[in-house]
């Protein structure tokens, strides 16, 4: 399996690579987006990772942001961008890795990924019910430094993955971060394939399932966050087939 965490491997795909949707048509995000970004647009909108998605530019036209900020690993993909959208000056690109985000405390009211994240879990999903500390420090790492960089006041960090809440929620559900965690279930038109939109809002309290999720003591998710090496996910019914989520995903490809 590649590395999709090299920046040599992205630089390569976008040489050849002009447009792909991993989660298939953006319109299916609309009805979500439109709840959160619709009636009150983005000041100045933050897109992690926004490789050769077309999102930045149905976000912007939709009028989800005033000025918006695409930011990704791979150079090459941000100079097609930018030919290709050099008459909209109020969109931006930048090369950056999100693992090392420059401290801007409290400067955007909107961050937004997809799929970004996805990208560290790649090669870990049958650890996930017991996840590595390197994984869980490089997860914290990225959250940490989004949480800084959204406003204190109803800033909103929007995630949109492929990992099903169960995974997911408990690298979001930390105090730390000071945000709220609301989470939509998406599919295309055969629900052959889901994906989610977590949504977390700086400012609010998690709730009480989340905290007790934090604290391990979620009647939930109650196997998250336990010691006990007896716990396996067979007794749970899983399928470990299912687990690879990124993996098994049928792609579509747009252009």
């Not at 100079?79 to 931006?92: A, E, F, G, H, Q």
């Not at 007794?235 to 087939?241: A, L, V």
């Given at each position: 399996?590649?590395?999709?965490?090299?920046?040599?491997?992205?630089?390569?795909?976008?040489?050849?690579?002009?447009?792909f949707?991993?989660?298939?048509?953006?319109?299916?995000?609309?009805?979500?987006?439109?709840?959160?970004?619709?009636?009150?647009?983005?000041?100045?909108?933050?897109?992690?990772?926004?490789?050769?998605?077309s999102?930045a530019e149905?976000?912007?036209?939709?009028?989800?942001?005033h000025?918006?900020?695409?930011?990704?690993?791979?150079?090459?993909?941000?100079?097609?961008r930018?030919?290709?959208?050099?008459?909209?000056?109020?969109?931006?690109?930048?090369?950056?890795?999100?693992?090392?985000?420059?401290?801007?405390?409290?400067?955007?009211?909107?961050?937004?990924?997809k799929?970004?994240?996805?990208?560290?879990?790649?090669?870990?999903?049958?650890?996930?019910?017991?996840?590595?500390?390197?994984?869980?420090?490089?997860?914290?790492?990225?959250?940490?430094?989004?949480?800084?960089?959204?406003?204190?006041?109803?800033?909103?960090?929007?995630?949109?993955?492929?990992?099903?809440?169960?995974?997911?929620r408990?690298?979001?559900?930390?105090?730390?971060y000071?945000?709220?965690?609301?989470?939509?279930?998406?599919?295309?038109?055969?629900?052959?394939?889901?994906?989610?939109?977590?949504?977390?809002?700086?400012?609010?309290?998690?709730?009480?399932?989340?905290?007790?999720?934090?604290?391990?003591?979620?009647?939930?998710?109650?196997?998250?966050?336990?010691?006990?090496?007896?716990?396996?996910?067979?007794?749970?019914?899983?399928?470990?087939?299912?687990?690879?989520?990124?993996?098994?995903?049928?792609?579509?490809?747009?252009e």
């Amino acid at each position: 399996m590649e590395d999709l965490s090299k920046q040599s491997y992205w630089n390569e795909r976008f040489l050849v690579e002009d447009s792909f949707e991993w989660f298939g048509d953006c319109s299916r995000l609309y009805p979500i987006l439109d709840i959160y970004l619709k009636s009150k647009p983005s000041l100045v909108l933050l897109h992690l990772g926004c490789g050769s998605s077309s999102l930045a530019e149905e976000m912007y036209d939709r009028k989800y942001c005033h000025m918006i900020i695409n930011v990704d690993y791979s150079y090459n993909i941000l100079d097609k961008r930018r030919s290709m959208n050099k008459n909209v000056y109020l969109i931006d690109w930048l090369t950056l890795d999100i693992r090392t985000i420059p401290l801007c405390l409290n400067s955007f009211d909107t961050i937004i990924e997809k799929g970004t994240l996805d990208v560290f879990f790649v090669g870990h999903e049958h650890h996930l019910w017991n996840p590595s500390e390197e994984l869980k420090d490089k997860i914290d790492l990225i959250l940490t430094q989004i949480s800084q960089c959204l406003q204190s006041d109803h800033g909103r960090f929007i995630s949109i993955s492929f990992q099903q809440p169960h995974f997911r929620r408990p690298f979001l559900a930390k105090q730390k971060y000071q945000w709220s965690i609301q989470v939509h279930s998406v599919s295309d038109g055969n629900e052959s394939v889901e994906y989610f939109v977590y949504v977390m809002t700086k400012g609010e309290q998690m709730n009480e399932e989340d905290q007790l999720l934090e604290q391990g003591k979620s009647t939930k998710w109650y196997w998250i966050n336990k010691t006990d090496n007896s716990i396996e996910p067979s007794k749970y019914s899983i399928d470990d087939e299912n687990d690879q989520y990124l993996s098994n995903i049928d792609l579509i490809d747009n252009e």
